[in-house]
T-cell receptor, first 115, second 110 residues
Framework: DTEVTQTPKHLVMGMTNKKSLKCEQH?????MYWYKQKAKKPPELMFV???????INESVPSRFSPECPNSSLLNLHLHALQPEDSALYLCASSQVETSGYYEQYFGPGTRLTVT | TQLLEQSPQFLSIQEGENLTVYCNSSSVFSSLQWYRQEPGEGPVLLVTVVTGGEVKKLKRLTFQFGDARKDSSLHITAAQPGDTGLYLCAGLEYGNKLVFGAGTILRVKS
């Protein structure tokens, strides 16, 4: 099973709202990721969690707040977003890279629209 | 950060034609992955190549990893409308980071 699930599938929120995106995997992976993707562009890395600890933050604005409650779950808390934050948000998971080889599996994404 | 140059950016072909997508870098990658993505969905992993010179086949898709592990190609034989999508190559960088190419938008017309 190589499934990563994400909820919700679609989300529309105002600039003053607070919402959360959720991601779950049961592959025993200990690395989890958030990406942002604009139409017809490659995914852009936002955050990496390794063994439930934040290991990479790609200078993401503080209105995006990640959380990794346990090894299977990853959340992205959203607050005071801007219309330009509208995008497809992707979660991914993998083994932790130790020997230079791992495979990253993506979820179906959450289509976020900020009004 | 290492860079991956992917070409072409757009490809529109007729059903039954063959095509090749290229990914090139001046840096060595320990492994390289190819993904296919449909609009509104997440990327789906097609293949991972690890060894220099490696060739992998997935039905009508053939993947090659260059001998020096700096470049890779995806060849599709007899393309079908179902092959339409965004194709992404991604190289593994140190620290659990994937470096993505810009992507190739493929449209196969029937």
């Amino acid at each position: 099973d190589t499934e990563v699930t994400q909820t919700p599938k679609h989300l529309v929120m105002g600039m003053t709202n607070k919402k959360s995106l959720k991601c779950e995997q049961h592959m025993g992976h200990r690395a989890m990721y958030w990406y942002k993707q604009k139409a017809k562009k490659p995914p852009e890395l936002m955050f990496v969690y390794s063994y439930e600890k934040l290991s990479i933050n790609e200078s993401v604005p503080s209105r995006f707040s990640p959380e990794c409650p346990n090894s299977s779950l990853l959340n992205l808390h959203l607050h005071a977003l801007q219309p330009e934050d509208s995008a497809l948000y992707l979660c991914a998971s993998s083994q932790v890279e130790t020997s230079g080889y791992y495979e990253q599996y993506f979820g179906p994404g959450t289509r976020l629209t900020v009004t | 950060t290492q860079l991956l140059e992917q070409s072409p950016q757009f490809l529109s072909i007729q059903e039954g034609e063959n095509l090749t997508v290229y990914c090139n870098s001046s840096s060595v990658f320990s492994s390289l992955q190819w993904y296919r993505q449909e609009p509104g969905e997440g990327p789906v992993l097609l293949v991972t190549v690890v060894t220099g010179g490696e060739v992998k086949k997935l039905k009508r898709l053939t993947f090659q990893f260059g001998d020096a592990r700096k470049d890779s190609s995806l060849h599709i034989t007899a393309a079908q409308p179902g092959d339409t999508g965004l194709y992404l190559c991604a190289g593994l960088e140190y620290g659990n980071k994937l470096v993505f190419g810009a992507g190739t938008i493929l449209r196969v017309k029937s």
